[in-house]
């Protein structure tokens, strides 16, 4: 690997992530948009990336939760979008819980006036998935349409709406067998839980952070109760007639994403899914929709989550890949991803698992900060965009 490239790559995602740096509806500090062909910032994804860009620019990673916090309704929704003429509320479109991105951003600022902002805000977030997306009564968090947990054109959604009825996230269309309890979305909560659980002992409330740690936990073991089927090993949706929904897709990747299952459960799971050529370890991983599955898409069209790899997940693929101890495993993965944009003409979105090859939306910040951020973690350039003087050597190992 040539060190000289991957230094002008570096810079050049830099450069790009500075380019997607704007203001946007409603919101006068500049925030780290999406790129590309996505026009705004998304819960789903914003305020981690803003944390990714923000250990060189703080400010952005202040304002990637900020934006959030300042649109949030009274009755404590979070815009799924904000674009820059207009906020959408048609869905939740969450996966990392801007709880836990919100903490380490309050450790990166050292800012307690933020992280109290923070907590006050997430909270709200949860009372309102509590009381508006558990119609079904089962204590977990629900799937309304495709939008709602950002799978686009995933087989996951197929011939079920995009979008909730009348910009409203709190109905939920009338069509299949909706809602879905969702395993995902049910993770991202418990993960915001266990992030609001430290806020509050961070900001002097014992008796909050219990509570918190309390709801935290009953979720956690609802989802192994009624999302994980022991014979699969895999998580699944569970229909409105009670059965699952069998896509063994990347809702895998996300519910291990908040460490929801201990360390026994999730080495049976990684080996027998995670870490398997015909699962989700091919050339390029981790694609959206594991590769034996039936309903992986091999034609591979634009922004799909039907197969594709996408730098979203591999972007969030170190905050499970670390906790659970597979850090020679992230080496590999986060070295495939390094040699597979150094040969791609952009920053683009998806790649094919198998070839490497990109497609889908040039500018894409997801996939500069990907660079940024595995490049940093295997020490390539040294410290940030310095040389170490065996940075040649460690090149040489991606």
């Not at 992030?195 to 989802?223: F, N, S, T, V, Y």
């Not at 229909?239 to 929801?260: C, F, K, M, N, W």
């Amino acid at each position: 690997m040539d060190l000289n490239a991957i230094k002008a790559k570096y810079n050049e995602a830099l450069e790009g992530l500075a380019e997607n740096t704007k203001t946007l509806f409603g919101y006068e500090q500049p925030v780290l948009n999406e790129g590309g062909r996505y026009k705004g910032v998304w819960l789903e994804c914003g305020p981690l990336e803003g944390l990714v860009y923000g250990k060189y620019r703080p400010a952005v990673a202040r304002a990637n939760h900020e934006i959030f916090f300042h649109h949030q309704r009274e009755d404590g929704y979070i815009p799924a979008v904000i674009k820059g003429d207009r906020v959408l509320c048609s869905q939740i479109q969450m996966v990392v819980p801007i709880a836990a991105t919100a903490l380490e951003t309050a450790d990166l600022l050292e800012d307690e006036a933020f992280l109290a902002r923070a907590y006050d805000a997430c909270a709200r977030w949860d009372h309102w998935l509590s009381k508006h997306r558990n119609t079904r009564g089962t204590g977990l968090c629900e799937a309304f349409c495709e939008y709602d947990t950002g799978h686009d054109n995933s087989p996951r959604f197929k011939d079920l709406p995009r979008r909730c009825p009348d910009d409203d996230a709190s109905i939920c269309p009338g069509a299949g067998k909706l809602p879905y309890l969702a395993p995902d979305l049910s993770a991202t909560v418990y993960g915001g839980r266990i992030a609001l659980a430290e806020m509050a002992e961070r900001l002097g409330k014992p008796d909050e952070a219990g509570r918190w740690r309390e709801k935290g936990e009953a979720l956690r073991k609802l989802i192994l109760e009624i999302c994980y089927d022991p014979e699969d090993e895999c998580f699944y949706d569970v229909d409105s007639d009670g059965a699952y929904v069998r896509i063994r897709g990347d809702v895998l990747t996300r519910v291990l994403g908040e460490h929801v299952v201990d360390q026994a459960m999730f080495e049976r799971i990684y080996s027998r899914h995670i870490k398997s050529p015909e699962g989700f370890w091919p050339p390029y991983p981790l694609p959206s929709i594991a590769v034996s599955d039936p309903l992986f898409d091999h034609t591979l069209p634009i922004n799909s989550w039907g197969g594709a790899s996408q730098a979203l997940t591999a972007l969030r693929a170190p905050r499970w890949f670390e906790y659970y101890g597979k850090t020679a495993d992230l080496k590999e993965l986060m070295g495939c991803w390094v040699n597979a944009i150094l040969a791609a003409p952009d920053f683009m979105q998806q790649m094919n698992p198998w070839t490497g090859a990109f497609s889908t939306s040039e500018g894409y910040s997801p996939a500069m900060c990907v660079f940024v951020d595995f490049v940093n973690r295997l020490g390539v350039l040294g410290a940030e965009q310095g040389t170490a003087p065996d940075a040649a050597s460690r090149a040489g190992e991606l």
